[in-house]
């Protein structure tokens, strides 16, 4: 499973919740999870089944990759990223 | 040359005094510019970039992460943290208003990775996010320097 984390620059926040993912998902065991960076900008090269993001940013997405995002409010409380990201690895699981 | 993978204390401010947010952005990074780590031009992108892009580095409740792309407006590689005595509005709906400013200044797409891990391992647990917001002394800041590098 590929995880995509978008920021508007690629190098702050989106890497902030690409090692707080990283630690979830290793916490959990998944190691078939890779989790990279990207800039909003570039999201069409960046094929993954799941986006993470901003509420600013999300509003700005191309609209047929807005079913696979999830918004994150908080970057860095790890069990808030937790209770949206397990639902939706849950869901692409099925 | 790689990077020191430390945060100084010359880098941190504890509440400093903010009028707007693009200010607190100015504040909060004056410490970087002070030690040529920054040019003003790095200053400038950092606001140009929510300008442009919106209030999105506000990453968390009360938590500003100011950074623009890597450039030659950055000499080298650091972090500051100030924390504010009163919050500023930076227009993001979630998280506001923000009373700590992260400044995030890279020479590459990797060279801050490693001190990024420990600042995020910091910001991991609200227990130190607390003692971070109520610190007041430069004994503190201290400990928290220590513990940011010590990577706990």
């Known amino acids: ?94 | 040359m790689a990077t020191n993978p430390n945060l100084s204390i010359d880098q941190v401010q504890l509440k400093v005094h903010a009028d707007d947010w693009e200010d607190a952005i100015k504040v909060a990074a004056q410490p970087l510019v002070d030690s040529d780590n920054i040019t003003d031009g790095y200053v400038n992108a950092m606001i140009q970039s929510v300008k442009k892009l919106g209030p999105y580095i506000v990453i968390a409740p009360g938590l500003a992460l100011g950074h623009a792309r890597p450039s030659a407006d950055v000499h080298r590689t650091g972090f500051a943290i100030a924390t504010l005595r009163d919050p500023v509005k930076f227009g993001n709906k979630d998280n506001d208003p923000v009373d700590l400013v992260v400044i995030l200044a890279s020479v590459s797409d990797t060279d801050h990775l490693a001190l990024l891990q420990k600042i995020v391992a910091f910001l991991n647990e609200p227990s130190n996010l607390k003692v971070l917001r109520n610190a007041t002394t430069s004994v503190e800041a201290q400990k928290i320097v220590n513990q940011i590098n010590g990577g706990n």
Do not use: W
């Open chain 1, 1 to 94: 499973m590929k995880i995509i984390a978008v920021c508007g620059l690629g190098v702050g926040s989106s890497v902030i919740a690409k090692m707080n993912i990283e630690s979830i998902v290793s916490d959990e065991g998944k190691d078939d999870v890779t989790v990279d960076t990207i800039d909003l900008g570039s999201i069409r090269s960046a094929p993954a089944d799941i986006y993470v993001t901003t509420r600013e940013l999300f509003d700005n997405f191309p609209e047929e990759y807005k079913a696979k995002t999830i918004v994150l409010t908080n970057f860095v409380d790890k069990n808030d990223i937790k209770a949206h990201l397990d639902p939706k690895m849950a869901e692409l699981q099925k």
